[in-house]
């Protein structure tokens, strides 16, 4: 039930409109002044105002200005025996929902009423789907309790609050865009458009038009004028994911909007001008990129101002066993199961295992888990072969004077000496990745 506020010093004129909107389904709230007034709002949530403009204690449009100011959501409707143009007009330029004259509100006050209240439910809907949002995409819900993703989680906050451009780093499936929408929504950009694109899907003449738009006829197909994705993204945020795989080309026309806002359409001459907030991410190794000729470097000093590392889930074990609860839990109430429990030997093989391709991997395995399972307890006979047998790959107590101890030992100073980047570490060793990954699973390495 909406409640409506009446305001107004003539008691009999006050009592008769509320009788009349009581039976209109609403709940009347009376004040015969502004003093009283306030002290009902701040007792009560108020959906509309009914105001009288002429109050002993004041101006009913000054009011309204003051209440709106205080209460957005709030409509003010305003009511006088003695409608003028500049009333009305001021009614309005103080966000007053309209503005009518005494003795034509039986006629027009509850049709009124009805559109204001309509007004009013629906702001409420959009806050509550926006603060809906904003939970779903802050910092809480990233799970994990390990240094690693602690010390991701706190720079990402730190970085939030500002403008600056941020680069994350990580391989796949380590939930770069769960950070980029988390920054994002944690910003004072939070209430505009989050607009994010996987920069490896698209050729490099498609990814122009996607990001930066096209005029008709640029080109065979642009039957229509195409908005690019920084205008969508204008006042807000634009996520450029993998942002390695971009075309040279086109990083020159990025590194334009980087430094001055701006950059032309597909068919234009003239610059179109944007306020956007970049984050980018990549799970390749720019340095390496840039001494390749693949990528600019002034762009990556511009692109790397704040630079956060996202651990891969072998680097966060302690965090599975929270991961893999909350995901069947998700799981268990998409398929309408009965809750169930992780028995520890199923959450050791999923802590045992290597997860190349990390959270995204291990939610794929727990809902396969969970479409198989039919018992009280999630059991190890649910997991795929691979992982069912992982248990048995524990490490190994090596010999010092082994064979294998010295590969393990030179395998492990490489990886040191890249900083754990596997590509580098496989060209170094002169073997192939797909070798290097298994020797790092058969070894256990870090």
């Not at 003795?103 to 007004?119: M, Q, R, S």
């Not at 910003?187 to 050729?203: L, T």
């Not at 069947?328 to 992780?342: D, G, H, P, V, Y």
């Not at 291990?362 to 649910?382: P, T």
Request: some cysteine; glycine content about 6%.
């Amino acid at each position: 039930m909406n409640t409506i506020l009446l305001i107004d010093d003539e008691e009999k004129l006050r009592s008769l409109m509320a009788r009349i909107l009581s039976l209109e389904g609403f709940n009347i709230i009376q004040a015969e002044n502004i003093k009283t007034a306030w002290k009902k709002i701040a007792l009560q949530e108020i959906d509309v105002v009914v105001c009288d403009v002429k109050l002993p204690d004041g101006s009913g449009l000054n009011f309204s200005r003051a209440l709106k100011e205080k209460f957005p959501a709030i409509e003010i409707i305003l009511l006088t025996a003695y409608g003028n143009i500049p009333d009305g007009v001021q009614a309005i330029k103080n966000n007053a929902f309209d503005y009518i004259t005494k003795g034509d509100d039986n006629n027009k006050i509850i049709p009124l009423l009805y559109k204001a209240v309509e007004k009013v439910n629906l702001t409420k809907r959009i806050l509550q789907l926006e603060q809906q949002v904003g939970k779903k995409y802050s910092f809480e819900n990233i799970l994990g309790k390990s240094k690693a993703i602690l010390q991701s989680v706190a720079l990402a906050e730190k970085v939030a609050k500002t403008d600056a451009t941020v680069l994350l780093l990580g391989e796949t499936g380590t939930g770069k865009e769960v950070f980029a929408q988390a920054i994002h929504f944690a910003s004072d950009r939070n209430n505009k458009p989050f607009v994010a694109i996987n920069c490896s899907a698209f050729s490099k003449d498609l990814l122009e038009s996607e990001l930066f738009g096209h005029k008709a006829g640029s080109f065979t197909g642009a039957t229509k004028d195409k908005k690019g994705l920084f205008e969508e993204a204008n006042k807000g945020t634009i996520f450029l994911d993998e942002i390695g795989e971009m075309a040279v080309e086109l990083q020159a026309k990025l590194l334009r909007v980087l430094e001055s806002g701006e950059f032309i359409k597909i068919g234009e001459t003239t610059p179109s001008k944007v306020n956007v907030r970049i984050i980018a991410a990549t799970n390749r190794d720019l340095s390496k990129e840039i001494e390749l000729g693949n990528f600019r470097e002034d762009l990556y000093y511009r692109l790397s101002v704040f630079t956060i590392e996202i651990p891969a889930l072998r680097d966060r074990k302690q965090d599975i066993p929270e991961l893999a609860n909350y995901f069947a839990e998700i799981f268990i109430a998409k398929t309408n199961k009965r809750s169930f429990k992780l028995s520890k030997e199923y959450l050791q093989a999923l802590e045992n295992h290597s997860w190349k391709g990390n959270i995204r991997e291990l939610k794929n395995v727990i809902e396969r888990s969970v479409i198989l399972n039919d018992k009280e307890v999630l059991s190890i006979d649910s997991l795929p072969y691979e992982l069912q047998h992982s248990s048995n790959n524990s490490q190994k107590t090596l010999s010092a004077f082994s064979l294998n101890s010295a590969e393990k030992l030179h395998i492990q100073k490489v990886l040191n000496h890249t900083q754990g980047n596997k590509a580098e570490a496989a060209r170094l060793l002169e073997i192939g990745i797909a070798t290097l990954y298994r020797k790092i699973e058969e070894y256990k390495l870090q």
